[in-house]
Each structure stands twice: as structure tokens, then as C-alpha cells.
């Protein structure tokens, strides 16, 4: 069992990275092997919706969201860590999620050689607003529940929290237990 951790945020050590680093804590008690990637120290350029990977599988780009899709494919499940920035998510994830493009053709099916590897891949999230609201992550939630829903990937659900100072949500027992819950469950036995 591989959990890959995707952390969308430009503050390493953060609250997204703590929780990220916690739910990678528990996949790994459950006898995950986890990595981490850190979005902020890679390139990955925005989609331009050329269409050319619809036709190839093969993005245009030379950047590093290549390996990281090969990343991907690989493991079992993905969770993936992100702020809300004005509404949103961060735009280092966002130019990440528009690029899945590159698995899908262009009827929105998985690419042939792209289907056995993601069909049922475990997805997650784990977010964190300034707001003491911390449903002002809603529509992150939103897209990210629906790209499972919509490729068929089973989606694990989402921690939600509010922290605003770099480290704070350390003090949030709740919001921890959670996210340790949804690594131990990206890397559960599937029923």
C-alpha cells in the first residue's frame, strides 16, 4: 500500500502540513509506505486545455507535473492538503488539479492505460481557512468530492479546520485525531 501527500500550500511547517504530516503518520501506522510532495518547490505550469494529452495520454508540458502524475498512477491513495486562499484553494494546487487533464480523454473516460491504475484510487483532503467557519472550505471540498465521484474513485471524505498562525492548529486535538484517522483509512484493507 503507497499514500502519496500532496501539500498545496507555500508554508511548509504550516497547518496544512501539519495535517498532512498527521494523516501521513497514520498510513503509515497502518502499514503505508507515504511520500510527500510539496507543490510550492515544484514548476507546474497551468493547463492551457490544448487537448493534445486528450488524443496522446502525454501532456505538452515539460515541467514537473509529469513525475508527479507517474506518482500518482502509483499509488493507492492521494491525499491531498491545502489552505483556502480568497474562497479557493491555493493556486499551486489548483494549476496541480487542473492537470489531471492528462489522464482523461477527451469524452472525460480515463485514458486506456491510465483506468486499471486509478478506477477505485483512494482520494482525501484535509483543509484549513483563517475563518473560525471552516465550512469557508466548502468549495474545495466540492471539487475535490467530485472528481472522485466523477472518475469513480473512492473518495475517503474531508478534514476541515480553522488556524490561522503558522503551527496554531497543533493546539486543535480534534482536527488531528481526524486527520490521523484519514491516513490510517486511505491505507485500510478495502471491504
Known amino acids: 500500500m503507497k499514500v502519496l501527500g500532496i501539500m498545496g500550500s507555500a508554508r511548509v511547517g504550516g497547518n496544512s502540513d501539519v495535517l498532512l504530516s498527521r494523516a501521513l503518520e497514520g498510513a503509515r501506522e497502518a502499514g503505508a509506505r507515504v511520500q510527500k510532495i510539496v507543490l510550492d518547490r515544484k514548476h507546474i505550469a497551468g493547463c492551457r486545455d490544448c487537448k493534445k494529452c486528450n488524443k496522446t495520454g502525454i501532456c505538452v508540458l515539460a515541467d514537473d507535473m509529469s513525475g508527479i502524475q507517474e506518482l500518482i498512477l502509483e499509488a493507492d491513495a492521494v491525499l491531498h492538503a491545502v489552505p483556502v486562499y480568497f474562497w479557493s484553494m491555493s493556486s499551486q494546487m489548483k494549476a496541480y488539479l487542473d492537470r489531471w487533464c492528462v489522464f482523461f480523454d477527451a469524452e472525460w473516460r ?73 491516513g490510517k483509512k486511505s491505507a485500510a484493507p478495502q471491504q
Open 110 to 182: 480515463w485514458q486506456k492505460a491510465c483506468y486499471p491504475k486509478m478506477r477505485g484510487k483512494r482520494i482525501g483532503l484535509l483543509t484549513v481557512c483563517g475563518d473560525p467557519d471552516p465550512h469557508t472550505a466548502d468549495p474545495i471540498v466540492h471539487s475535490f468530492r467530485m472528481t472522485a465521484e466523477m472518475t469513480k474513485m473512492h473518495w475517503l471524505g474531508a478534514v476541515m479546520a480553522s488556524a490561522s498562525d503558522k503551527g496554531e492548529i497543533k493546539g486543535n486535538g480534534a482536527a488531528l485525531r481526524e486527520a490521523f484517522d484519514l
